[in-house]
């Protein structure tokens, strides 16, 4: 059992920062690729940004492109995931999610390929 843990959700006025961390328990946590996703009530969980397992490619959802930015340390089993110029449409909740295939070549965006997800943190951006 692999547990998720997020952190670093709050409020922020518009055009301010934020940035989230995810902490991994898995062992093995660099040979998969990481994700976030976000969702607001009553619509579809929405992909915002993964990063490969080895960490030398990254991929964005066209709302978050130029403003968010993922990473990972390995060594600290930890994603990042830096957003700046926040708007307010960005308010979800904010969940990472980890890859259920080992040393996958590509990035996926679909929820379905990631099998291991947090509990989610709460990001507000006010106008």
């Known amino acids: 059992q692999v547990q998720l843990v997020e952190s670093g959700g709050g409020l922020v006025q518009a055009g301010g920062s934020l940035r989230l961390s995810c902490a991994a328990s898995?062992?093995?946590?660099?040979?998969?690729?990481m994700g976030w996703f976000r969702q607001v009530p009553g619509k579809e969980r929405e992909f915002v940004a993964a990063?490969?397992?080895?960490?030398?490619?990254?991929y964005y959802g066209d709302s978050v492109k130029g403003r968010f930015t993922i990473s990972r340390d390995n060594a600290k089993n930890t994603v990042y995931l830096q957003m700046n110029s926040l708007k307010p449409e960005d308010t979800a909740v904010y969940y990472c999610?980890?890859?259920?295939?080992?040393?996958?070549?590509?990035?996926?965006?679909?929820?379905?390929?990631?099998?291991?997800w947090g509990q989610g943190t709460q990001v507000t951006v006010s106008a």
């Open positions: 999610a980890a890859d259920r295939v080992a040393l996958r070549v590509g990035i996926s965006t679909r929820p379905g390929a990631y099998d291991y």
């Open positions: 898995r062992r093995t946590f660099s040979n998969y690729a």
């Open positions: 990063i490969r397992w080895s960490g030398d490619s990254t």
